[in-house]
Nanobody, 122 residues
């Protein structure tokens, strides 16, 4: 089993920045990829970004390219740096993990954190 715990959400004004963290524990030695997804009220869960476990390959949703950066350290933690935030970025952001390469599809990820709320005010 893999446990994921997100942190770093909060309220920020449009144009501001936030950094989300996701700490993985448990059976992490064979994890390959971790991703971030978000879900706003009334919307479906959507892909944000994902990275492989050694940080060599990352993928992004087109809406986030140039504003968001995903990165990882060597202590089982993945980060999502979000800059130039927009009101439409408001959502619950969830971290996910899988044992294969990064994927755009939430159904490919068997492990999920509880999520952290990000609210961007105008």
């Amino acid at each position: 089993q893999v446990q994921l715990v997100e942190s770093g959400g909060g309220v920020v004004q449009a144009g501001g920045s936030l950094r989300l963290s996701c700490a993985a524990s448990g059976r992490t030695f064979s994890l390959v990829a971790m991703g971030w997804f978000r879900q706003a009220p009334g919307n479906e869960r959507e892909f944000v970004a994902a990275i492989d476990w050694i940080g060599e390959n990352s993928i992004y949703a087109d809406s986030n390219k140039g504003r968001f950066t995903i990165a990882r350290d060597n202590k089982n933690t993945v980060y999502l740096q979000m800059n130039s935030l927009k009101v439409e970025d408001t959502a619950v952001y969830s971290c996910a993990a899988r044992y294969y390469s990064p994927s755009y599809y939430h159904s490919d990820y068997p492990y999920w954190g509880q999520g952290t709320q990000v609210t961007v005010s105008s």
